[in-house]
């Protein structure tokens, strides 16, 4: 997506603060969207009433739309009409998609749906960069360059980035995005250069034991005490073996395996999660799971078959365009509103497939209102935000857009 020479202009920034007021005056359209596709959550690739309501929203811009095939992706151009022969151009990216669990937050517009649930804020993503869309769409004539505005479904655990990117997307300069993040006050945002959210790999291991009677262990191999000491064998490798500046997390979430009181299972199933903020970890931590988990296992006299699912790669602010955004924000909200995180979240994000490909950032957007004390995270049942966060949001990737195209990165 990276392209190799971008042209640059150097006229004088336009002030950034009529953003905030437009982006403030579309609130209420844009509180209108969010809730319609809070109430009609869709999970994975296929998100197709979302992306009739966000089409339907974006109806009128003067926009190229291109409606991607293999998930329902769209990805949106809007061509600046103060662009040169090779014209700048950034990405904009909202995540569309919902997750299976239910939902307890009591909210008139909760989801119509048991057992989905917008407990990540996407619903919020998606109208904000409708908003910017609306934004930016009205300033057309005066652009330096091309915005591609990616929507984008599958972010939770479908990869849905890698695959509209192996898809076909427009080559790009640079890329943004927000994130709510419930724990912030409204008005905030948070940054910071560098590895922003981790990779991801889920595992799995069979302790294959022989099964038979409870009363004579010593005629079979038991799997669950083998499965026990494994477990804390795995967490004894993490701290001992992982260098402590290397931040890693290696998470043991279910252990199957027994069907009655008096019968030794033959097979017990642990799963879990691998999280990393390099890859020099992250080929540690798969490396050293396999070896730890066949080696208690041979131990015992059992068997331990580790399968490792890849996730997603570690999410990388780039150095510069995470300064160039950082001083934006700071234009449009005030310095004091831009928060530098004190380390990288260990949740993981495919918008990490984008920042592979091209320099580009993403900021965490505050989104608890006055007054709440303990604010349930992103993808908590109880996950509330903060719809005045809205338009700071709109507002924000508007900006980022308009200066980056202007030459300001
Ligand atoms: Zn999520
Ligand atoms: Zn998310």
């Given at each position: 997506m990276?392209?190799?020479?971008?042209?640059?202009?150097?006229?004088?920034?336009?002030?950034?603060?009529?953003?905030?007021?437009?982006?403030?005056?579309?609130?209420?359209?844009?509180v209108?969207?969010?809730?319609?596709?809070?109430?009609?959550?869709?999970?994975?690739?296929?998100?197709?009433?979302?992306?009739?309501k966000?089409?339907?929203?974006?109806?009128?811009l003067?926009?190229?739309?291109?409606?991607?095939?293999?998930?329902?992706?769209v990805?949106?151009?809007?061509?600046g009409?103060?662009?040169?022969?090779?014209?700048?151009?950034?990405?904009?990216?909202?995540?569309?998609?919902?997750?299976?669990m239910?939902e307890?937050?009591g909210?008139?517009?909760?989801?119509?749906?048991?057992?989905?649930?917008?407990?990540?804020?996407?619903?919020?993503?998606?109208a904000?960069?409708?908003?910017a869309?609306?934004?930016?769409?009205?300033?057309?004539a005066?652009?330096?360059?091309?915005?591609?505005?990616?929507?984008?479904?599958?972010?939770?655990?479908?990869g849905?980035a890698d695959v509209?990117?192996?898809?076909?997307?427009?080559?790009?300069?640079?890329?943004?995005?927000?994130?709510?993040?419930?724990?912030?006050p409204?008005?905030?945002?948070g940054?910071?250069?560098g590895?922003?959210?981790?990779?991801?790999?889920?595992?799995?291991?069979?302790?294959?034991?022989?099964?038979?009677?409870a009363?004579?262990?010593?005629?079979?191999?038991?799997?669950?005490?083998?499965?026990?000491?494994?477990?804390?064998?795995?967490?004894?490798?993490?701290?001992?073996?992982?260098?402590?500046?290397?931040?890693?997390?290696l998470?043991?979430?279910?252990?199957?395996?027994?069907?009655?009181?008096?019968?030794?299972?033959?097979?017990?199933?642990?799963?879990?999660?691998?999280?990393?903020?390099?890859?020099?970890?992250?080929?540690?931590?798969?490396?050293?799971?396999?070896?730890?988990?066949?080696?208690?296992?041979?131990?015992?006299?059992?068997e331990a078959?580790?399968?490792?699912?890849?996730?997603?790669?570690?999410?990388?602010?780039?150095?510069?365009?995470?300064?160039?955004?950082?001083?934006?924000?700071?234009?449009?909200?005030?310095?004091?509103?831009?928060?530098?995180?004190?380390?990288?979240?260990?949740?993981a994000?495919?918008?990490?497939?984008?920042?592979?490909?091209?320099?580009?950032?993403?900021?965490?957007?505050?989104?608890r209102?006055?007054?709440v004390?303990?604010?349930a995270p992103?993808?908590?049942t109880?996950?509330?935000?903060?719809e005045d966060?809205m338009?700071i949001?709109?507002?924000?990737?508007?900006?980022?857009?308009?200066?980056?195209?202007?030459?300001?990165c």
């Amino acid at each position: 997506m990276k392209r190799k020479s971008p042209a640059r202009t150097t006229k004088s920034p336009q002030p950034l603060a009529p953003l905030l007021a437009e982006a403030r005056a579309l609130q209420p359209r844009m509180v209108d969207l969010r809730r319609a596709i809070h109430a009609d959550p869709e999970i994975g690739l296929e998100t197709p009433r979302t992306r009739e309501k966000l089409l339907a929203a974006l109806a009128g811009l003067e926009l190229e739309i291109d409606l991607h095939a293999r998930t329902s992706g769209v990805v949106a151009v809007l061509r600046g009409g103060a662009a040169g022969a090779s014209p700048r151009r950034i990405l904009l990216r909202g995540d569309m998609d919902a997750l299976p669990m239910p939902e307890e937050t009591g909210l008139g517009f909760c989801s119509r749906h048991a057992g989905r649930m917008h407990a990540c804020g996407h619903d919020a993503h998606v109208a904000m960069l409708v908003g910017a869309a609306h934004l930016l769409a009205a300033r057309r004539a005066e652009l330096a360059g091309d915005v591609v505005f990616m929507f984008q479904p599958g972010e939770e655990g479908f990869g849905g980035a890698d695959v509209m990117l192996e898809e076909g997307m427009p080559a790009v300069d640079g890329a943004f995005a927000l994130h709510v993040a419930p724990p912030l006050p409204t008005g905030l945002v948070g940054t910071k250069p560098g590895p922003l959210m981790a990779a991801f790999d889920d595992f799995e291991i069979d302790v294959v034991g022989r099964g038979g009677h409870a009363s004579m262990p010593h005629d079979c191999v038991d799997p669950v005490p083998i499965a026990c000491e494994l477990v804390l064998a795995l967490q004894s490798f993490l701290a001992r073996e992982i260098p402590a500046p290397d931040a890693g997390v290696l998470s043991v979430t279910q252990i199957h395996g027994g069907t009655a009181n008096n019968v030794i299972a033959d097979v017990v199933t642990l799963q879990g999660t691998l999280r990393a903020l390099s890859a020099s970890t992250r080929a540690a931590l798969s490396a050293g799971l396999r070896r730890v988990a066949e080696g208690v296992a041979k131990t015992h006299r059992a068997e331990a078959r580790v399968r490792i699912q890849p996730g997603y790669p570690v999410a990388v602010n780039d150095g510069g365009f995470e300064a160039f955004a950082r001083g934006v924000a700071g234009e449009l909200l005030g310095s004091q509103a831009v928060i530098p995180l004190p380390g990288a979240v260990m949740g993981a994000e495919d918008f990490a497939y984008v920042l592979e490909r091209t320099p580009g950032a993403m900021m965490l957007l505050g989104v608890r209102a006055p007054g709440v004390a303990d604010p349930a995270p992103c993808h908590s049942t109880r996950m509330l935000l903060d719809e005045d966060a809205m338009p700071i949001g709109t507002a924000l990737h508007a900006a980022i857009a308009t200066r980056f195209l202007a030459g300001g990165c």
